[in-house]
Antibody
């Protein structure tokens, strides 16, 4: 079973850029899947951010207004997320997850998540 | 705020049955897009319990079942166990937003 592990700084200052990595186990990153970022503000619901394939085809949540950038490095088995111009509203647990090629499909499995706090 | 609407909370006693609803619109569930369900125990990552409306992943007890009709979907849990206490989220796809979308979540309390 593929495993995903998120990593990155737990604290980011307002207006700066949030950067996170997701390491995928067992070279599974080259498979026919989309690798996704999803976030959850403390005590609130889930929000899909972006997805990317091994061939670098990308999808983004339009409500985030061009702030996120998702990328993939198959040599490092990593998927990365950069989110520009963060505010306190971006404070959340950030999860990475796998999805099939079909945009309407489900996310499975998920990483354990990493908490990012935006504060000065 | 959330494209898919779920009740904030449901409850039931051990052994009882509960149902959680998920209502969308013509651009998501009503357009024929599948609904998927996740269980999230506080402090952990979401876990898939139903995919493609009514299918159970390997390892999910058959006490969990899903259905979908029109713009609405439901997750039923029969024979409640105390370990079923968690938050449950539905997920689908919205063609107007070109996005995966989630419900706001439902907190299940096992009394």
């Amino acid at each position: 079973q593929v495993q995903l592990q998120e990593s990155g700084p737990g604290l980011v200052k307002p207006s700066e850029t949030l950067s996170l990595n997701c390491t995928v186990s067992d070279d599974a990153i080259a498979g026919d899947y989309y690798w996704s970022w999803i976030r959850q503000p403390p005590g609130k619901g889930l929000e899909w951010i972006a997805s990317i394939s091994h061939s670098r085809s990308t999808y983004y949540n339009p409500t985030l207004k061009n702030r996120p950038t998702i990328s993939i490095d198959t040599t490092k088995n990593q998927v990365s997320l950069r989110l520009r111009s963060v505010t306190a509203a971006d404070t959340a647990i950030y999860f990475c997850a796998r999805r099939s090629r079909v945009p309407a499909s489900w996310f499975d499995p998920w990483g354990q998540g990493t908490l990012v706090t935006v504060s000065s | 705020q959330f494209v898919l609407t779920q009740p904030p909370s449901v409850s039931g006693a051990p052994g009882q049955t509960v149902t959680i609803s998920c209502t969308g619109s013509s651009s998501n569930t009503g357009a024929g897009y599948d609904v998927h369900w996740y269980q999230q125990v506080p402090g952990t990552a979401p876990k898939l319990v139903i995919y493609r409306n009514s299918n159970r992943p390997s390892g999910v007890p058959d006490r969990f079942s899903g259905s979908k009709s029109g713009t609405s979907a439901s997750l039923a849990i029969t024979g409640l166990h105390t370990e079923d206490e968690a938050d449950y989220y539905c997920q689908s796809y919205d063609s107007r937003l070109s996005s995966s979308v989630f419900g706001g979540g439902t907190k299940l309390t096992v009394l």
